[in-house]
Protein backbone atom coordinates (compact mmCIF):
# COMPACT_ATOMS: atom_id res chain seq x y z
CA UNK A 1 0.00 0.00 0.00
CA UNK A 2 1.83 3.40 -0.82
CA UNK A 3 2.68 5.42 1.87
CA UNK A 4 1.15 8.74 0.73
CA UNK A 5 -2.16 6.57 1.67
CA UNK A 6 -1.67 5.24 5.11
CA UNK A 7 -1.04 8.99 5.69
CA UNK A 8 -4.79 10.19 4.56
CA UNK A 9 -5.92 7.80 6.48
CA UNK A 10 -3.91 8.85 9.55
CA UNK A 11 -4.64 12.97 8.97
CA UNK A 12 -8.59 11.07 8.68
CA UNK A 13 -8.79 9.93 11.96
CA UNK A 14 -7.28 13.46 13.18
CA UNK A 15 -10.01 14.99 11.34
CA UNK A 16 -12.70 12.48 12.48
CA UNK A 17 -12.07 12.83 16.41
CA UNK A 18 -11.30 16.69 16.12
CA UNK A 19 -15.19 16.51 15.18
CA UNK A 20 -16.42 14.17 17.17
CA UNK A 21 -14.82 16.53 20.59
CA UNK A 22 -16.56 19.07 18.44
CA UNK A 23 -20.00 17.57 18.37
CA UNK A 24 -19.72 16.45 22.06
CA UNK A 25 -18.76 20.39 22.80
CA UNK A 26 -22.00 21.46 21.05
CA UNK A 27 -24.09 18.76 22.76
CA UNK A 28 -22.88 20.08 25.73
CA UNK A 29 -23.05 24.03 25.63
CA UNK A 30 -26.87 22.77 24.66
CA UNK A 31 -27.32 20.51 27.18
CA UNK A 32 -25.58 21.71 29.70
CA UNK A 33 -25.73 25.16 29.12
CA UNK A 34 -29.57 25.34 29.49
CA UNK A 35 -29.16 23.12 32.83
CA UNK A 36 -26.71 25.74 34.01
CA UNK A 37 -28.97 28.38 33.44
CA UNK A 38 -32.05 26.57 35.36
CA UNK A 39 -29.27 25.74 38.13
CA UNK A 40 -28.81 29.66 38.05
CA UNK A 41 -32.29 30.56 38.29
CA UNK A 42 -32.66 28.20 41.36
CA UNK A 43 -29.85 29.43 43.09
CA UNK A 44 -31.09 32.88 42.88
CA UNK A 45 -34.20 32.33 44.14
CA UNK A 46 -33.04 30.20 47.27
CA UNK A 47 -30.51 33.45 47.86
CA UNK A 48 -33.18 35.63 47.44
CA UNK A 49 -35.48 33.30 50.10
CA UNK A 50 -31.89 33.57 52.35
CA UNK A 51 -31.62 37.32 52.31
CA UNK A 52 -35.32 37.87 53.34
CA UNK A 53 -35.24 35.45 56.07
CA UNK A 54 -32.13 37.08 57.60
CA UNK A 55 -34.38 40.79 56.79
CA UNK A 56 -37.34 39.11 58.48
CA UNK A 57 -35.55 38.83 62.04
CA UNK A 58 -33.88 42.28 61.29
CA UNK A 59 -38.23 43.23 61.13
CA UNK A 60 -38.81 41.00 64.05
CA UNK A 61 -36.36 43.07 65.82
CA UNK A 62 -37.59 46.90 64.57
CA UNK A 63 -40.82 45.50 65.83
CA UNK A 64 -39.73 45.79 69.25
CA UNK A 65 -39.88 42.02 69.72
CA UNK A 66 -38.01 40.60 72.85
CA UNK A 67 -33.90 39.61 71.77
CA UNK A 68 -33.02 35.77 70.91
CA UNK A 69 -31.12 34.59 74.28
CA UNK A 70 -28.64 34.11 71.91
CA UNK A 71 -28.44 37.90 70.24
CA UNK A 72 -30.12 39.23 67.15
CA UNK A 73 -27.06 38.25 65.05
CA UNK A 74 -27.40 34.81 65.93
CA UNK A 75 -30.59 34.52 65.07
CA UNK A 76 -29.99 36.71 61.52
CA UNK A 77 -27.02 33.67 61.17
CA UNK A 78 -29.09 31.16 61.74
CA UNK A 79 -32.14 32.26 59.39
CA UNK A 80 -30.15 32.65 56.64
CA UNK A 81 -27.85 29.05 56.66
CA UNK A 82 -30.86 27.71 57.77
CA UNK A 83 -33.19 29.04 54.60
CA UNK A 84 -29.71 28.04 52.40
CA UNK A 85 -30.09 24.57 54.20
CA UNK A 86 -33.37 24.08 52.78
CA UNK A 87 -33.02 25.38 49.26
CA UNK A 88 -29.75 23.13 48.33
CA UNK A 89 -27.49 26.47 48.43
CA UNK A 90 -24.32 27.63 49.79
CA UNK A 91 -24.16 30.72 51.17
CA UNK A 92 -19.75 31.03 52.31
CA UNK A 93 -20.62 34.68 53.29
CA UNK A 94 -23.62 37.27 54.14
CA UNK A 95 -22.99 40.70 55.43
CA UNK A 96 -25.23 43.77 56.52
CA UNK A 97 -26.68 46.36 55.07
CA UNK A 98 -28.66 49.83 55.48
CA UNK A 99 -32.06 49.98 54.07
CA UNK A 100 -30.20 51.39 50.66
CA UNK A 101 -28.13 48.12 50.50
CA UNK A 102 -25.31 49.97 51.49
CA UNK A 103 -22.93 47.88 53.18
CA UNK A 104 -22.03 48.33 56.83
CA UNK A 105 -18.70 48.22 59.34
CA UNK A 106 -19.16 46.70 62.28
CA UNK A 107 -18.83 50.95 63.43
CA UNK A 108 -21.96 51.31 61.53
CA UNK A 109 -20.27 53.61 58.92
CA UNK A 110 -19.97 52.75 55.33
CA UNK A 111 -18.03 49.93 53.97
CA UNK A 112 -15.64 50.10 51.19
CA UNK A 113 -16.82 46.34 50.49
CA UNK A 114 -17.32 43.12 51.56
CA UNK A 115 -13.81 43.20 52.43
CA UNK A 116 -14.39 45.30 55.35
CA UNK A 117 -18.01 44.83 55.87
CA UNK A 118 -19.91 43.50 58.99
CA UNK A 119 -20.33 39.66 58.68
CA UNK A 120 -23.28 38.14 59.50
CA UNK A 121 -22.91 35.79 62.36
CA UNK A 122 -19.85 37.68 63.13
CA UNK A 123 -21.14 38.07 66.78
CA UNK A 124 -22.63 41.62 66.90
CA UNK A 125 -24.74 43.80 64.74
CA UNK A 126 -23.70 47.07 63.26
CA UNK A 127 -23.62 49.68 65.79
CA UNK A 128 -26.18 52.75 65.13
CA UNK A 129 -24.32 55.43 63.91
CA UNK A 130 -27.46 58.10 64.41
CA UNK A 131 -27.41 59.14 60.87
CA UNK A 132 -29.81 59.02 58.02
CA UNK A 133 -29.97 56.97 55.26
CA UNK A 134 -29.22 58.76 51.80
CA UNK A 135 -29.66 56.15 48.94
CA UNK A 136 -28.99 58.79 46.47
CA UNK A 137 -26.00 60.27 48.30
CA UNK A 138 -25.08 56.62 49.43
CA UNK A 139 -24.90 58.08 52.99
CA UNK A 140 -25.13 54.87 55.66
CA UNK A 141 -28.28 54.43 57.31
CA UNK A 142 -28.74 51.86 60.47
CA UNK A 143 -28.48 48.16 59.86
CA UNK A 144 -31.52 47.18 58.18
CA UNK A 145 -30.89 44.84 55.35
CA UNK A 146 -28.92 41.16 54.56
CA UNK A 147 -26.54 41.07 51.48
CA UNK A 148 -25.95 36.78 50.43
CA UNK A 149 -24.13 35.60 48.32
CA UNK A 150 -24.97 32.14 47.14
CA UNK A 151 -23.24 29.19 45.21
CA UNK A 152 -24.38 25.68 43.84
CA UNK A 153 -22.25 23.35 42.27
CA UNK A 154 -24.02 20.90 40.01
CA UNK A 155 -22.69 18.02 38.26
CA UNK A 156 -22.82 17.84 34.08
CA UNK A 157 -24.68 15.52 31.84
CA UNK A 158 -22.49 15.90 28.67
CA UNK A 159 -19.56 18.17 28.99
CA UNK A 160 -17.48 15.79 31.54
CA UNK A 161 -16.92 13.58 28.17
CA UNK A 162 -14.41 16.90 27.12
CA UNK A 163 -13.17 17.46 31.02
CA UNK A 164 -15.80 19.92 32.68
CA UNK A 165 -17.49 17.14 34.92
CA UNK A 166 -18.72 20.18 37.23
CA UNK A 167 -20.70 23.67 37.12
CA UNK A 168 -20.83 26.02 39.92
CA UNK A 169 -23.74 29.16 40.05
CA UNK A 170 -23.05 32.23 41.92
CA UNK A 171 -25.73 34.90 42.78
CA UNK A 172 -25.76 37.89 45.09
CA UNK A 173 -29.34 38.85 46.70
CA UNK A 174 -29.89 41.92 49.29
CA UNK A 175 -33.23 42.04 51.26
CA UNK A 176 -33.89 45.09 53.70
CA UNK A 177 -36.38 45.61 56.16
CA UNK A 178 -37.94 49.16 56.90
CA UNK A 179 -40.89 51.43 55.55
CA UNK A 180 -41.85 49.71 52.19
CA UNK A 181 -41.62 51.46 48.96
CA UNK A 182 -43.85 51.83 46.38
CA UNK A 183 -47.31 50.97 48.06
CA UNK A 184 -48.60 54.73 47.82
CA UNK A 185 -49.52 56.56 51.03
CA UNK A 186 -49.45 53.36 53.49
CA UNK A 187 -53.07 54.36 54.39
CA UNK A 188 -54.96 51.82 56.85
CA UNK A 189 -58.46 51.83 56.66
CA UNK A 190 -60.16 49.43 59.30
CA UNK A 191 -61.69 47.28 56.98
CA UNK A 192 -60.47 43.80 56.58
CA UNK A 193 -61.53 40.95 53.46
CA UNK A 194 -60.86 37.21 53.29
CA UNK A 195 -57.75 36.27 51.34
CA UNK A 196 -59.64 34.47 48.54
CA UNK A 197 -62.32 36.38 46.34
CA UNK A 198 -65.60 36.50 47.40
CA UNK A 199 -68.98 37.26 45.56
CA UNK A 200 -72.51 37.12 47.36
CA UNK A 201 -75.39 34.73 46.86
CA UNK A 202 -78.97 35.57 46.08
CA UNK A 203 -79.96 36.23 49.81
CA UNK A 204 -76.87 38.31 50.10
CA UNK A 205 -74.64 35.95 52.26
CA UNK A 206 -70.91 35.64 51.04
CA UNK A 207 -69.29 33.04 49.18
CA UNK A 208 -66.38 32.41 47.57
CA UNK A 209 -66.19 33.04 43.82
CA UNK A 210 -66.17 29.62 41.76
CA UNK A 211 -63.31 28.23 40.97
CA UNK A 212 -61.88 29.37 44.23
CA UNK A 213 -59.39 32.51 43.20
CA UNK A 214 -57.32 34.15 45.44
CA UNK A 215 -57.46 38.00 45.00
CA UNK A 216 -53.41 37.51 44.27
CA UNK A 217 -54.48 35.81 41.19
CA UNK A 218 -56.03 39.05 40.17
CA UNK A 219 -53.74 41.50 40.58
CA UNK A 220 -53.68 44.64 38.73
CA UNK A 221 -57.06 43.65 37.52
CA UNK A 222 -60.10 46.33 38.18
CA UNK A 223 -61.81 44.17 40.63
CA UNK A 224 -65.23 45.02 42.41
CA UNK A 225 -64.99 43.58 46.20
CA UNK A 226 -68.51 43.14 46.81
CA UNK A 227 -69.76 43.63 50.75
CA UNK A 228 -72.34 41.02 51.53
CA UNK A 229 -74.30 40.55 54.85
CA UNK A 230 -71.99 41.14 58.12
CA UNK A 231 -70.73 37.53 59.30
CA UNK A 232 -67.52 35.70 58.82
CA UNK A 233 -66.17 35.38 56.22
CA UNK A 234 -67.15 38.52 54.66
CA UNK A 235 -65.63 41.60 53.90
CA UNK A 236 -66.46 43.37 57.21
CA UNK A 237 -65.57 47.31 59.20
CA UNK A 238 -63.13 47.21 62.01
CA UNK A 239 -62.94 48.01 65.16
CA UNK A 240 -59.59 48.74 66.32
CA UNK A 241 -60.48 49.06 69.70
CA UNK A 242 -63.72 46.88 70.45
CA UNK A 243 -66.07 47.33 71.56
CA UNK A 244 -67.08 50.39 71.51
CA UNK A 245 -67.58 53.57 69.11
CA UNK A 246 -69.39 53.98 66.48
CA UNK A 247 -70.14 55.52 63.17
CA UNK A 248 -67.99 58.41 64.23
CA UNK A 249 -65.35 56.34 65.59
CA UNK A 250 -65.19 53.85 62.36
CA UNK A 251 -64.97 57.95 60.35
CA UNK A 252 -61.98 59.14 62.36
CA UNK A 253 -60.23 55.92 61.93
CA UNK A 254 -60.61 56.29 58.17
CA UNK A 255 -59.52 59.54 57.94
CA UNK A 256 -56.93 59.72 61.07
CA UNK A 257 -55.20 56.22 60.78
CA UNK A 258 -55.00 54.67 64.58
CA UNK A 259 -54.88 50.38 63.83
CA UNK A 260 -52.31 48.65 66.57
CA UNK A 261 -49.36 47.34 65.39
CA UNK A 262 -50.14 43.71 63.88
CA UNK A 263 -47.14 41.55 63.00
CA UNK A 264 -48.07 38.97 60.08
CA UNK A 265 -49.45 36.40 60.49
CA UNK A 266 -51.32 36.93 64.10
CA UNK A 267 -54.57 36.17 65.72
CA UNK A 268 -56.62 39.79 65.70
CA UNK A 269 -59.79 39.85 67.54
CA UNK A 270 -62.03 42.78 65.51
CA UNK A 271 -65.70 43.43 65.58
CA UNK A 272 -67.68 45.31 62.74
CA UNK A 273 -68.78 48.87 64.11
CA UNK A 274 -71.19 51.86 63.40
CA UNK A 275 -73.60 52.36 60.15
CA UNK A 276 -71.78 50.49 57.03
CA UNK A 277 -74.45 52.34 54.81
CA UNK A 278 -73.32 55.89 56.48
CA UNK A 279 -72.95 58.40 53.47
CA UNK A 280 -69.86 59.83 56.59
CA UNK A 281 -68.04 56.40 55.80
CA UNK A 282 -68.75 56.77 52.16
CA UNK A 283 -67.27 60.07 51.88
CA UNK A 284 -64.40 59.13 54.26
CA UNK A 285 -62.94 56.32 52.46
CA UNK A 286 -63.45 58.28 48.78
CA UNK A 287 -60.95 60.85 50.12
CA UNK A 288 -58.50 58.18 49.34
CA UNK A 289 -59.88 57.66 45.43
CA UNK A 290 -56.83 57.05 43.47
CA UNK A 291 -54.26 56.63 46.03
CA UNK A 292 -53.23 53.18 47.14
CA UNK A 293 -54.83 52.24 50.67
CA UNK A 294 -54.29 49.29 53.13
CA UNK A 295 -56.39 46.94 54.62
CA UNK A 296 -55.70 43.30 56.55
CA UNK A 297 -57.08 39.98 54.75
CA UNK A 298 -57.80 37.28 56.87
CA UNK A 299 -58.03 33.34 55.79
CA UNK A 300 -59.44 31.98 59.29
CA UNK A 301 -61.82 32.81 62.05
CA UNK A 302 -62.52 31.94 65.39
CA UNK A 303 -65.35 32.02 67.49
CA UNK A 304 -63.08 31.44 70.90
CA UNK A 305 -59.98 32.86 72.04
CA UNK A 306 -57.43 31.19 70.15
CA UNK A 307 -53.99 30.16 70.77
CA UNK A 308 -51.79 32.78 69.43
CA UNK A 309 -48.04 30.55 70.08
CA UNK A 310 -49.52 28.42 66.63
CA UNK A 311 -50.70 31.03 64.45
CA UNK A 312 -48.00 29.07 62.03
CA UNK A 313 -49.60 25.53 62.84
CA UNK A 314 -51.78 24.37 60.20
CA UNK A 315 -54.59 23.68 59.46
CA UNK A 316 -56.35 25.02 62.60
CA UNK A 317 -53.43 27.62 63.65
CA UNK A 318 -54.44 27.44 67.29
CA UNK A 319 -58.20 27.65 66.52
CA UNK A 320 -60.51 25.36 68.31
CA UNK A 321 -63.51 26.71 67.41
CA UNK A 322 -63.04 27.34 63.61
CA UNK A 323 -65.61 29.60 61.91
CA UNK A 324 -68.89 30.67 64.84
CA UNK A 325 -71.75 33.28 64.33
CA UNK A 326 -71.80 37.14 64.63
CA UNK A 327 -69.52 39.84 64.46
CA UNK A 328 -67.34 39.48 67.09
CA UNK A 329 -64.48 37.21 65.70
CA UNK A 330 -60.82 36.15 66.18
CA UNK A 331 -59.86 36.95 62.29
CA UNK A 332 -56.12 35.41 61.59
CA UNK A 333 -54.17 37.77 59.66
CA UNK A 334 -51.45 36.24 57.03
CA UNK A 335 -51.33 39.60 55.03
CA UNK A 336 -52.03 43.07 54.08
CA UNK A 337 -53.34 44.03 50.55
CA UNK A 338 -52.82 47.60 48.77
CA UNK A 339 -55.79 48.13 47.35
CA UNK A 340 -55.79 51.36 44.45
CA UNK A 341 -58.91 52.82 45.37
CA UNK A 342 -61.36 53.72 42.42
CA UNK A 343 -64.52 54.50 44.30
CA UNK A 344 -66.53 52.83 47.75
CA UNK A 345 -70.43 52.32 46.90
CA UNK A 346 -71.86 51.78 50.38
CA UNK A 347 -75.18 54.18 50.58
CA UNK A 348 -78.20 53.79 48.68
CA UNK A 349 -78.71 50.74 45.67
CA UNK A 350 -75.72 50.51 43.77
CA UNK A 351 -76.65 47.37 41.88
CA UNK A 352 -75.25 48.73 38.50
CA UNK A 353 -71.74 49.69 39.92
CA UNK A 354 -71.24 46.89 42.33
CA UNK A 355 -73.23 43.80 41.14
CA UNK A 356 -71.03 41.14 40.58
CA UNK A 357 -73.92 38.70 39.17
CA UNK A 358 -75.02 38.19 42.35
CA UNK A 359 -76.95 41.30 43.14
CA UNK A 360 -74.30 43.18 45.27
CA UNK A 361 -75.31 46.36 45.78
CA UNK A 362 -72.53 48.06 48.02
CA UNK A 363 -68.73 47.52 47.49
CA UNK A 364 -65.23 48.54 46.91
CA UNK A 365 -63.88 48.92 43.46
CA UNK A 366 -60.43 49.15 42.41
CA UNK A 367 -56.86 47.02 41.93
CA UNK A 368 -54.94 45.10 44.37
CA UNK A 369 -51.18 45.99 43.61
CA UNK A 370 -49.52 44.30 46.04
CA UNK A 371 -49.34 42.06 49.01
CA UNK A 372 -47.33 42.32 51.99
CA UNK A 373 -46.35 38.84 54.29
CA UNK A 374 -43.65 39.68 56.32
CA UNK A 375 -42.90 42.46 58.73
CA UNK A 376 -45.14 44.74 61.30
CA UNK A 377 -47.75 46.74 59.64
CA UNK A 378 -47.81 49.32 62.57
CA UNK A 379 -49.96 52.37 63.49
CA UNK A 380 -49.80 55.97 62.89
CA UNK A 381 -47.62 57.95 64.98
CA UNK A 382 -48.88 61.47 66.75
CA UNK A 383 -51.24 60.01 69.03
CA UNK A 384 -52.50 58.52 65.73
CA UNK A 385 -53.55 61.33 63.32
CA UNK A 386 -50.98 60.45 60.92
CA UNK A 387 -50.82 57.99 58.25
CA UNK A 388 -49.83 54.19 59.37
CA UNK A 389 -46.30 52.98 58.69
CA UNK A 390 -45.72 49.62 56.69
CA UNK A 391 -42.61 47.68 57.92
CA UNK A 392 -42.04 44.90 55.78
CA UNK A 393 -39.59 43.33 54.23
CA UNK A 394 -38.29 43.86 50.54
CA UNK A 395 -35.81 43.07 47.65
CA UNK A 396 -33.62 45.60 46.37
CA UNK A 397 -31.07 43.42 44.62
Not at 153 to 176: C, D, E, M
Not at 266 to 281: A, D, H, I, M, R
Request: net charge negative.
Amino acid sequence: MPEGRDHQRGQAIVVMAIAVIAIVAGVGLIVDGGNAWAQQRITQAGNDASAEAGAVVLAQMGAGQTAPVAGWDDAVSKAVNNSATKNGITIPAAFYTDICGTLLRADGTKASGTGDAALVGGGILPAINGTDPDCPSGAAGPVAGVEAGASKTFRSFISGAIGIGQLTANTKATAVTGLLQGLGSGTVIPVTAPVFAVTCDGTGEVQPVVPPTDWADLKNIRVIVPLCKNNPGNVGWLDWTPKGGGTSELIQSILYPDNPPIPLPSWQYVTSTGNVNSKGVEDAINTYIGEVVMFPNFDLTCASDPDKTKVNDAPAYGCGDIGGQGQNQWYRIPQFAAFELERAHLTGNNKAACDTGNGATSCLIGKFVDFITVGTVGPGVGGGTTKSAILGVQLIK
